[in-house]
């Protein structure tokens, strides 16, 4: 295994950190997370670097603020990957089954109301299950990622080099890949509501507080 292949877990579970809920236990290990970055090759791990630095010199409750005003009221930039895909359809629904299932075949079972889409769920899985489907998953849903990258960009958001992290792990886009996402960046994502339990659109469902600890 190539020393960059190796590294790659370590980015995952690192962005996968820093892109739940900023609570006191995230706060708590900053310095094990910049050591983690430190150890990553440029074009993942400084983008880490700054993020964390933003991290450290931002009060605790104006990043908390920021991150609801940022993931929770802002449409474009949902974590759940599904949702650019298939939007509010029966599709959905079925992408989540199959994503718990992946998760089940391999030991993680998913707790509370966590939802399997989260990006920060399917970063821990790539990072600490398997490492091999777990980039398969994010490639699967590639264009969604990059998506909320273009989003978290265009909003100035700090997320944003945590995102340009993740892709950095990634093989770069293909022609296909940038139509995909040019495609999602024009039409957004299906709108026929589902209509069932649980699977209600992002703005109704709660708050997720990241991926299991």
Known sequence: MSRAARAQPVAWQVQSLLLAYPDEQLLRRLDLLRRGASTLSAPIGAPL?????????????ELAADYVATFDHRRRCCPFLTYYAYGDTRKRGMALLQLKQTYAAAGLNLVGDELPDHLCVVLEFAGTGDHAAGQALLLKYRAGLELLRVALRDANSPWADVL???SATLPPLAGDERDAVARLAAQGPPDEQVGLAPFAPPEYMPAPQGARQ
């Open 164 to 166: 340009d992290s993740v």
């Open 49 to 61: 670097i700054r993020f964390l630095d933003h991290v450290a010199s931002t009060p605790p409750g």
